[in-house]
Nanobody
């Protein structure tokens, strides 16, 4: 069952920017603690950012100051604005409720590929 549709990924050079979107269905993102995860081949899955139902946000140290998470309640969508991208940011990005196990992320949506070249 697809719960979210992620979009906005692509290929950029180091220093570039991308804006990811996560359109949800069947539940309200403003009633759910939502997170953006990323998975690179051979790496552990990482929760890079989350936004709680009270709109408080948190970022992993690896993206702090470069990424911004936000929510559009009217469109039931969560965004991740990514700036100053680095090759280490290359991964498949998924959005899901906070606490979802990494192996279950594909049950939420297909993810979106971000590739940053040096």
């Amino acid at each position: 069952e697809v719960l979210v549709v992620e979009s906005g990924g692509g290929s950029v050079e180091t220093g570039g920017s991308l804006r990811l979107s996560c359109a949800a269905s069947g539940f309200r993102v403003d009633e759910t603690h939502m997170g953006w995860y990323r998975q690179a081949p051979g790496n552990e899955c990482e929760l890079v950012s989350r936004i709680r139902s009270d709109s408080s946000t948190h970022y992993a140290d690896s993206v702090k100051g470069r990424f911004t998470i936000s929510r559009d309640n009217a469109k039931n969508t969560v965004h991740l604005q990514m700036t100053s991208l680095k090759p280490d940011d290359t991964a498949v990005y998924h959005c899901a409720a906070v606490g979802v196990e990494c192996r279950a992320l594909s049950n939420w949506g297909q993810g979106t590929q971000v590739t940053v070249s040096s």
